[in-house]
Antibody
């Protein structure tokens, strides 16, 4: 069965960096991108960007460009999201989800599976 | 960026009654080559990740109760819960996957009246 399992909660001071992992299983890693979505306390969902599981290409939301780096380890089927120069308003739950590559096929759905979320607290 | 606007922001409905949530995109999310609207609906309960309910605007994901339905095309979409159950209390989001950045509506909180 498809699973996305994320790393545990993190606490950081302002100005520091954090790296969150998302281990995928139960599907062909190269057929999907890993998207990262965050949710500040009591707020809505915010798409941060994605990384291709096929070729490692990335696309970041403009808001995060220069501060975020997404990577993958295809040998383990794991995606990573590193956010640098943390501020207090980066305090949020960070989710990974899968988003199909264009070649994946008609049965491949956007965001049909999500990780459990990782709370990052910045103070 | 495609802006997604949901209404209302919150909704209180009696058990067994209909709940209707609207979502409007700032530009069409209808992909002409396959005639599909790249619009999804999610349900999120406290402490849980979002759950995909509806994709391509009107296709229910396997396992989603048939009281949930989606409709609309182009820029205007609706999620309907035909007979609200206690377990449907949640926040509902629309999202477009037509283009990047993938953008979400601001969410609609559904409660029991």
């Amino acid at each position: 069965q498809v699973q996305l399992v994320q790393s545990g909660p993190e606490v950081r001071k302002t100005g520091a960096s954090v790296k969150v992992s998302c281990k995928a299983s139960g599907y062909t890693f190269s057929s999907y991108r890993i998207s990262w979505v965050r949710q500040a306390p009591g707020q809505g969902l915010e798409w941060m960007g994605w990384i291709s599981g096929y070729n490692g290409n990335t696309e970041y939301a403009q808001k995060f460009q220069g501060r975020v780096t997404m990577t993958t380890d295809t040998s383990t089927g794991t995606g990573y999201m590193e956010l640098k120069n943390l501020r207090s308003d980066d305090t949020a739950v960070y989710y990974c989800a899968r988003d199909p590559e264009s070649f994946c096929g008609i049965d491949c759905l956007t965001n049909d599976y999500w990780g459990q979320g990782t709370l990052v607290s910045v103070s | 960026d495609i802006v997604m606007t949901q209404s209302p922001g919150s909704l209180a409905v009696s058990l067994g009654e209909r709940a209707t949530i609207n979502c409007k995109s700032s530009q069409s999310v209808l992909y002409s080559s396959n005639n599909k609207n790249y619009l999804s609906w999610y349900q999120q309960k406290p402490g849980q990740p979002p759950r995909l309910l509806i994709y391509w605007a009107s296709t229910r994901k396997s396992g989603v109760p048939d009281r949930f339905s989606g409709s609309g095309s182009g820029t205007d979409f609706t999620l309907t819960v035909s007979s609200l159950q206690a377990e449907d209390v949640a926040v509902y989001y629309c999202q477009q996957s037509y283009d990047t950045p993938r953008t979400f509506g601001q969410g609609t909180m559904v409660e029991i009246k």
